[in-house]
């Protein structure tokens, strides 16, 4: 599995754009890339998943280079509500088994 | 459409004592995750069923939790004897996913806080 590593925290402010990058060196050919997104007392909730280059949702967009050894979440316009810790994941959708596997993630502190 | 639900929300007990978790997918998915999440660290995967198989438990302490799958739909996890480290949320999640195709679209349900004296 390809390990992944992502800043513990960060902090910033409504309206801002925050971006969120994943490092995961050993990523394999086969392996996507999925974010998700766990409120306090809530279960974590899927937001965007992508393979290369530019993804786009209503919530986020995702930005992965060439290389695909890293990635980067962009939230444009954050709200207090964005207040949440985010998870990457890398896994290889296309085999036979897919192991959804957790780190430790980001979490984002929203200030007024 | 109904979510995955998971109960009880809540439960206290002492250590030594069992416990057992219940939780029903959303209809039609074909796989379900039983995930351990401790204070401050991310969930972690205590096992995977695909229909009532299971994909992985290679991190499930087998010696005090079990987890079973029942025609394929509901499951529930059990431990006993609890210890105190086995205070956490335990999270439930389930996905249409099936061998050979994934989403990696993962549903979870609002997780069951155990708090082991």
């Known amino acids: 599995l390809a390990k992944t590593t992502q800043p513990i925290s960060m902090d910033s402010y409504e309206g801002q754009e925050v971006n969120i990058t994943c490092s995961h060196n050993n990523i394999a050919t086969n392996d996507y890339i999925t974010w998700y997104q766990q409120f306090p007392s809530q279960g974590p909730r899927f937001i965007i998943q992508g393979y290369k280059t530019k993804v786009t949702n209503e919530v986020a967009s995702l930005f992965i280079p060439a290389d695909r050894k890293s990635s980067t979440l962009s939230l444009p316009r954050v709200s207090l509500s964005d207040t949440a810790v985010y998870y990457c994941l890398v896994g290889d959708t296309t085999g036979g088994s897919y192991i959804p596997t957790f780190g430790r993630g980001t979490s984002l502190i929203v200030h007024p | 459409e109904a979510g995955v639900a998971q109960s009880p929300r809540y439960k206290i007990i002492e250590k030594r004592q069992s416990v057992a978790f219940w939780c029903n997918p959303i209809?039609?998915?074909?796989?379900l995750y039983w995930y351990q999440q401790i204070l401050g660290q991310g969930p972690k995967l205590l096992i995977q069923f695909q229909n009532n198989g299971v994909v992985d438990d290679s991190q499930l302490p087998k010696d005090r939790f079990s987890a079973e799958r029942l025609k394929g739909v509901d499951s529930t996890l059990k431990i006993q004897p609890a210890k105190l480290e086995d205070s956490a949320v335990y999270l439930c999640a389930s996905s249409l996913d099936e061998e050979g195709w994934w989403t990696g679209e993962l549903f979870f349900g609002e997780g069951s806080r155990l708090t082991v004296l």
């Open positions: 209809s039609g998915h074909a796989t």
